[in-house]
């Protein structure tokens, strides 16, 4: 498929009529709102020639992480790109008492596996306000008593609910727990493999091991990576809600985060992390007090058409932006589109990974999954 960067003076028709494809399937593939207008360095994916020889495509676990309130449709619209489904997530008290999510997950298992798409549970450190808990991971990792406890209920939970698999993602780890928390890891791998379970980890994007910070200190990518079935690199979230405007996951990042992990843990255990969200700054960014506000990579677009903005795109980020102004307040925007994820996919296929998981599936973005599945056999 061939990618489309808009110019002055297109539309829609203009485009098709130059490709010589119908302006339905321009239209359909983009999600173009009618009356069908158009943002200068708007990025749009376009249909493949009719009887174009179909190129070689290597295969990829693909795995999406939804809450348990995404809407159905966009849950149904989203696994047949799947292969497998992480719900997010189950929590634990300091004593190894399993904490369920705030809403029912047998809607989301029962729909995987109607798609033949495996469901997962995440497993997360999460407290009653929401936020990672690290005094909760000491306490469980530090006690045999409440990893017994812990395992056992997650084990009933799963067998009765059909989940083929754990995913353990646990963040902020204090570098003193790194190996208690490496330890937990294998004790787990021991527990569920057995029963045909699969474990893998959620890892920070570190760029090499004695990287220092809270995120990064207390994993052990070489040691994770030999016991877990896979990883993700949570390659996302360089330009974050609290943080400064930036790319959410500028590729030169990316590729130094994966250019390390290659090190550490054999390729066809590593997923590659995929944002399929943007934020939006107002600005002056100040830290401590500025907020950006969570949009879709579609509803960006949508908001650079309203407000006349033409998209930029970073080259060495090799992510879109623009800016804007509404009400007085400066806005800048940072979110991917085809160019920014193909990016992301051709550093799949050079360095052989495993999979791609998307953070997260909540919205609906119909370009992306086509792409995927012109780049890759999906397993």
Known sequence: MEIYVVKAGDSVDSIAASYGIPPSDLIYINQLPPPYPLAIGQSLL?????????????????????????????????????????????????????????????????????????????????????????????????????????????????????????????????????????????????????????????????????????????????????????????????????????????????????????TEIPPDKIHLGIPNYGYDWPLPYVSGETVAVTIGNVEAVQIAIRNNAPILFDETAQSPYFRYTQNNIDHEVWFEDVRSIQQKFDLVKEFGLQGAGYWQIMRWWRANWILLEENFEIL
């Not at 070689?56 to 149904?76: D, F, H, K, M």
């Not at 719900?87 to 729909?111: C, H, I, K, M, W």
């Not at 059909?162 to 003193?176: K, P, S, T």
């Open 46 to 262: 376009l249909p493949p020639e009719v009887g174009a020889p179909v190129p070689y495509r290597p295969s990829l676990v693909s795995n999406g992480y939804a809450y348990t309130y995404i809407s159905q449709w966009v849950l149904e619209q989203t696994l047949p790109f799947l292969t497998s489904l992480s719900v997010f997530s189950y929590g634990f008290t300091a004593e190894g008492d399993l904490v369920f999510p705030p809403l029912d997950d047998n809607r989301l298992v029962q729909a995987a596996l109607q798609y033949g798409v495996r469901p997962i549970l995440t497993l997360t450190p999460l407290d009653a306000s929401g936020q990672f808990n690290n005094n909760l991971i000491t306490s469980v990792v530090s006690s045999q008593d409440a990893t017994d406890n812990l395992f056992g209920q997650l084990l009933a939970v799963m067998e009765m609910k059909g989940y083929a698999g754990i995913d353990i993602d646990f963040e902020y780890i204090r570098a003193q727990d790194r190996d208690l928390f490496t330890a937990f890891v294998q004790a787990a791998a021991d527990y569920f493999h057995p029963g045909g379970y699969s474990v893998s980890v959620a890892l920070a994007p570190k760029t090499s091991a004695a990287q220092p910070g809270l995120l990064y200190e207390g994993k052990d990518y070489a040691a994770l990576g030999s016991i877990a079935d896979y990883v993700l690199l949570m390659t996302y979230e360089w330009g974050y809600k609290y943080g400064p405007n930036m790319a959410v996951a500028p590729l030169n990042m990316v590729r130094r985060v994966v250019e390390y992990a290659v």
